[in-house]
């Protein structure tokens, strides 16, 4: 309860000049720091359509698991036939893509 009597007292004790110069909107900062925001954002999105990127990136991965890897040895001699070669094709978890 003494916070609103401390308050009450402060707006009390205030004179009209000062408590015009605290109501008063600050117009030419808020001007300077809306202009300076709209400004950050016409480059971000200028320098957006400028720099072109690649949407698909080729390289090389490395595919690791939880699980130790299994040696497998062919019992017959043969090639390894690729399923679905498309590229940037999406695997589903259990899918085969190799026979």
């Given amino acids: 309860m003494a916070k609103k009597g401390f308050h009450k007292t402060l707006n ?5 000049e000062v408590a015009s110069i605290i109501e008063r909107m600050p117009t030419k900062f808020g001007t300077t720091i809306s202009a300076v925001v709209v400004g950050l954002v016409l480059l971000l999105l200028l320098f ?3 720099i072109k990127y690649p949407s698909i990136l080729a390289g090389q991965i490395v595919i690791n698991t939880r699980q130790a890897p299994v040696k497998l040895i062919a019992t017959t001699s043969g090639n390894i036939i690729l399923l679905e070669n498309k590229s940037g094709a999406k695997v589903r978890i259990g899918e085969y893509w190799l026979i």
């Fill in 48 to 50: 957006g359509w400028l």
């Fill in 12 to 16: 009390e004790n205030r004179t009209e």
